[in-house]
T-cell receptor
Framework: KAGVTQTPRYLIKTRGQQVTLSCSPISGHRSVSWYQQTPGQGLQFLFEYFSETQRNKGNFPGRFSGRQFSNSRSEMNVSTLELGDSALYLC????????????FGPGTRLTVL | EDKVVQSPLSLVVHEGDTVTLNCSYEVTNFRSLLWYKQEKKAPTFLFMLTSSGIEKKSGRLSSILDKKELFSILNITATQTGDSAIYLCAVDTGTASKLTFGTGTRLQVTL
């Protein structure tokens, strides 16, 4: 069974631009969560989607948004990029909303110049 | 504010040594504690613990949870260079923060 896939793997953007990251969960998994990982803050929860609805949201500004499609694939969007948004963005899938075990994708490394 | 603290922050050991990694937590609501290993990019799932005192074991790795004292340990016996990684502890609080992670313990196993 294929794992979680994320595209692109690497991105370089400049301040003020916007970016869209994509995540395809493990087949059969319906919940997708997004995390930001930085050296200083570690892994921080962004949001979780299940059945095309945002179920949970972490403490990030409104510039960070996401959505989920009917096939469970999810996208995350960051608008008006700031230098501090440079991070590894990880997507994790789980069977259902509330399922404890999450399986992570390889991440998208975003660099904002 | 929910908090997960891991110690030590980093550790260098020789192949064959046994290591113990610590994870303590202070959360308003506890559902489970998870351990992940992160080598290059994607954290890979190791264990999920929900009950106190029940050891989970997988090969040379084992983990146990103490819900009274609010901590967990991850043991690795007979370490190998392939164990070199960052080990992450996370608590599922079942709230908006879904999984609250510690900053991790960086383990380096040398020959």
């Amino acid at each position: 069974k294929a794992g979680v896939t994320q595209t692109p793997r690497y991105l370089i953007k400049t301040r003020g631009q916007q970016v869209t990251l994509s995540c395809s969960p493990i087949s059969g998994h319906r919940s997708v969560s997004w995390y930001q990982q930085t050296p200083g803050q570690g892994l921080q929860f962004l949001f979780e989607y299940f059945s095309e609805t945002q179920r949970n949201k972490g403490n990030f500004p409104g510039r960070f948004s996401g959505r989920q499609f009917s096939n469970s694939r999810s996208e995350m969007n960051v608008s008006t990029l700031e230098l501090g948004d440079s991070a590894l963005y990880l997507c994790a899938s789980s069977l259902a909303w509330g399922a404890d075990t999450q399986y992570f994708g390889p991440g998208t490394r975003l660099t904002v110049l | 504010e929910d908090k997960v603290v891991q110690s030590p922050l980093s550790l260098v050991v020789h192949e064959g040594d046994t290591v113990t990694l610590n994870c303590s937590y202070e959360v308003t609501n506890f559902r489970s504690l998870l351990w992940y290993k992160q080598e290059k990019k994607a954290p890979t799932f190791l264990f999920m613990l929900t009950s106190s005192g029940i050891e989970k074991k997988s090969g040379r790795l084992s983990s146990i949870l103490d819900k009274k004292e609010l901590f967990s340990i991850l043991n690795i016996t007979a370490t190998q260079t392939g164990d070199s990684a960052i080990y992450l502890c996370a608590v599922d609080t079942g709230t908006a923060s879904k999984l609250t992670f510690g900053t991790g313990t960086r383990l380096q196993v040398t020959l």
